[in-house]
């Protein structure tokens, strides 16, 4: 009876020794790794949720200053038309004169080259496109 005090004593303390415990019952532990498997197969549902993030697609309302139509000044209007357009509508119409005439840099796509026409919009000989917005606004009346 000595000895079946002392077996409950090692059980309560298995982290000690894990290497006897391995040796003994090799059976159970691959039955536990059998029910993890399983488990792991159930996580790439979750993979799923990203589509609950598109359902909410709001459409969105552009803001009523893009959209007021602006007068162009006499040097824009050689390239855009005299017609009054929204802010959104005269990018898009130098951006087709640029793209029409070749104006972009070759090597640096983020570059302008200005023809006669631009160049006294632009005051330059070379702006970036982002710079070429401010620019353009400043046109606009």
């Given at each position: 009876m000595a000895t079946a005090k002392k077996a409950?004593?090692?059980k309560a303390a298995p982290a000690k020794k894990a290497a006897p415990a391995k040796k003994?019952?090799?059976?159970?532990?691959?039955?536990?790794a059998k029910k993890a498997a399983p488990a792991k197969k159930a996580?790439?549902?979750?993979?799923?949720?990203?589509?609950?993030?598109?359902?909410?697609a709001k459409?969105?309302?552009?803001?009523a200053a893009f959209m007021k139509a602006m007068t162009p000044s006499a040097h824009l209007a050689a390239v855009i038309g005299d017609k009054a357009l929204p802010r959104t509508e005269v990018t898009k119409k130098v951006w087709e004169y640029i793209k029409k005439n070749g104006l972009q840099d070759k090597v640096q796509k983020t570059?302008?080259?200005?023809d006669a026409k631009l160049k006294e919009?632009?005051?330059k000989a070379q702006v970036s496109m982002?710079?070429?917005t401010k620019l353009i606004n400043s046109h606009l009346s």
């Open positions: 409950p004593a090692k003994a019952a090799p059976a159970k532990k691959a039955a536990p996580a790439p549902a979750k993979k799923a949720a990203p589509a609950k993030k598109a359902a909410p459409k969105r309302t552009p803001n570059m302008i080259n200005a919009i632009f005051k982002f710079e070429m």
